[in-house]
């Protein structure tokens, strides 16, 4: 075979006491055979479990097998490369875990490992439309294994419970060609796509918004059908032409209300004096509060430095009291002996102790003494002009206080003398001009709006320069794809598949009476789907009972025939659990010549690495095949 294969050599199971049952399997048919309820099943849904399944082993093995047993193991070859994978749900921490050689996997890692080791690539597919807003789903292991493993209550579909899109992906990977419809390149061209629909529906209800917030400021005229550079700027001048008149009529309301009231006011002369006296109290009293600002910086930093040379000073007069009591003790006992030292009757200048002169020893002891006074001298010093410093600026404080203070005064009475101006200039003042001002800061308000307006527009322009740029790599894109979708072969894929179920469906015989009664399958891919036609009609709607058993087959058999393909990805592997009855008949019945196309294949040349497992009631008197027999009924 061209293309590398799986192959299962056995499988088994251990239990609770640790005896373990197991399975083997050779290359090309093998078959299980045994009763209803012989536990046939459940061997193959273990095996299916151990290659990735990522359901519960409560819920995929059933609870008999999960309770009965702690683990299961599949031994493997990829490519003639031994693999011992596990499943141990019964361990702590490893229920969700595949071993493989003893090296614990996460499900999804194992799955990447699978698909790695049978050089297949992992690659992303469109679910329904390639432009929908649904992101593209990874076509992994489980999606393939759906093809490969044809589970005894889903006989009804080329894969069941599996989306059409997904049976698409999945044939043209079979085939080699999914990587190369589904490149990076057609992923990326589906994504800069949808950014200029995107892109576009935004420009759209960008500007639709944009006309109805308008509306709102722009006359009809103005506007016309939809907002414009130009109608932006005749709504602008039209409004600050408002506003200039306006300021014309509120300027001829004050001037004419300040000549009828001109003799009611006081001297102007005496109102300016008083003005400009108030503007320099305050300037003044700015000033100072600036300054004593600073002063009461510099008194903090001066007061913190007192407090530190209060303590300096108090550590060392502590020291002093503390060494004017110690160096007038005398030792009075022996420190060998802890004798009584009796001091002689004599004195002299020599220590009745140890015997040395103590003159010098005098000396020495009050050198510190001295130090000590000369250092608490120094303090006290500092204290005192430190002190000095803050009675100086306290000094300074009380007086910048006062000054503001009064400042303050003075700025109050100018305060009363200016008022009754204020309240007659208020007075004179007609209604009117406050009305004039109001529409003044409301056409002011509209022409700010309409400048936010021309500024939103611009964003069109941009939106669309995006939507060039976008554009421009998409044509760079659409010719990429176009030259690699040039080298798929849709209609020779297509006859291919069809010309191997066909091939199937003909070596269908029963006692040289050929079985399939139905006209010919006809497979048709496409790169955005495919079909597959009995004659003119669809097979779901063509076939039933039987013959669905004998299409279904026929199409893994075209898929076990395709692996030789140098530019297939077909492992070579094919596990059917066929159903017990199909509309009331035994399928016992037809399992030996269904079986016949397989055990042919599987013994001609470049074949040889196939592997079917199949599992049924009956295969009586089938040769060619390895055979392993159930006869127990399973208890649970």
């Not at 088994?12 to 399975?23: F, I, Q, W």
């Not at 049978?118 to 992101?135: A, E, F, M, V, W």
């Not at 000094?395 to 005064?409: P, T, V």
């Not at 421009?472 to 794809?481: G, I, K, N």
Request: net charge negative; charged share 30%; hydrophobic share 40%.
């Amino acid at each position: 075979m061209s293309t590398k294969s799986i192959f299962l050599e056995s499988t088994s199971r251990t239990d609770k006491n640790g005896s373990h049952e197991e399975l083997t399997f050779e290359k090309g048919v093998n078959v299980i055979v045994g009763e209803p309820n012989t536990g046939k099943t459940r061997w193959l849904e273990t095996i299916d479990f151990i290659l990735g399944d990522d359901g519960t082993p409560e819920e995929k093995l059933g609870e008999d097998i999960f309770d009965k047993y702690v683990s299961a193991t599949v031994s493997l070859l990829i490519d003639n490369r031994p693999f011992v994978v596990e499943r141990r749900w019964r361990e702590p921490g490893f229920k969700t875990k595949i071993f493989v050689n003893d090296t614990a996997y996460d499900i999804g890692e194992f799955r990447q490992l699978l698909l790695e080791r049978l050089d297949i690539p992992t690659l992303h597919y469109p679910q329904g439309s390639p432009y929908s807003t649904r992101t593209w789903p990874e076509l992994g292991w489980r999606s393939l294994v759906r093809h490969l493993y044809r589970r005894q209550r889903l006989w009804n579909d080329i894969a069941d419970k599996q989306p059409e899109s997904e049976q698409h992906a999945c044939i043209l990977q079979f085939l080699g060609i999914a990587e190369v419809l589904f490149s990076d390149e057609y992923g990326e061209l589906v994504r800069k796509q949808k950014e200029i629909v995107d892109l576009e529906s935004r420009r759209a209800h960008f500007v639709e918004t944009l006309n109805e917030v308008s509306r709102e400021i722009i006359s009809e005229d103005e506007l016309g059908i939809a907002v414009t550079p130009a109608a932006i700027t005749l709504a602008t001048n039209r409004l600050k032409a408002e506003i200039d008149q306006l300021n014309t009529d509120r300027t001829s309301f004050i001037t004419a209300a300040i000549g009828q009231a001109q003799q009611s006011l006081p001297a102007r002369d005496a109102v300016s004096q008083m003005t400009e006296e108030f503007a320099t109290l305050k300037e003044a009293e700015k000033g100072i509060a600036v300054e004593l600002e600073r002063l009461n910086s510099r008194l903090a930093d001066v007061g913190a430095f007192q407090k530190q040379v209060d303590s300096e000073i108090s550590r060392l007069e502590r020291a002093q009291k503390a060494g004017d009591v110690l160096a007038n003790l005398k030792v009075t006992h022996c420190p060998a002996c802890d004798q009584e030292v009796k001091k002689p009757l004599v004195a002299g200048a020599e220590c009745y102790l140890c015997g040395q002169d103590t003159t010098t020893a005098i000396a020495a002891t009050k050198e510190p003494l001295k130090r000590l006074e000369f250092e608490l001298d120094q303090l006290k010093g500092e204290r005192k002009e430190n002190t000095e410093l803050l009675e100086s600026l306290t000094g300074k404080k009380r007086s910048r206080e006062q000054n503001i203070q009064d400042l303050r005064n003075r700025s109050a009475r100018l305060t009363e003398l200016l008022k009754p101006v204020r309240v007659a200039t208020a007075a004179i003042i007609p209604p009117q001009v406050a009305e004039l001002d109001n529409e003044i800061g409301r056409r002011v308000e509209r022409t700010d709006q309409l400048r936010r307006i021309r500024e939103s527009l611009s964003r069109r322009e941009k939106i669309a320069a995006e939507i060039m740029k976008i554009q421009a790599q998409v044509e760079t894109l659409l010719t990429d794809v176009a030259k690699q979708t040039l080298s798929i072969d849709f209609e020779t894929a297509s006859d291919t598949l069809s010309d191997f179920m066909n091939e199937y469906v003909s070596l269908l015989k029963f006692d040289k009476d050929r079985m399939w009664s139905q006209k010919d399958i006809q497979f048709n891919l496409k790169k955005d789907g495919f079909t597959v036609r009995v004659g003119r009609q669809r097979w779901t709607s063509q076939l039933g009972g039987t013959m669905v058993i004998y299409f279904l087959l026929s199409y893994h058999y075209a898929l076990l025939k395709l692996s030789i393909d140098h530019a297939s990805r077909v492992p070579g592997l094919l596990i059917l659990d066929f159903p017990a009855e199909i509309e009331g008949k035994k399928v016992a019945d037809h399992e030996n010549f269904v079986m016949v196309p397989f055990i042919g294949l599987c013994a001609s040349e470049g074949y040889g690495d196939l592997q079917v497992i199949a599992a049924g009631s009956a295969f009586d008197r089938l040769t060619g095949v390895h055979r392993i027999e159930f006869k127990k009924v399973w208890a649970g």
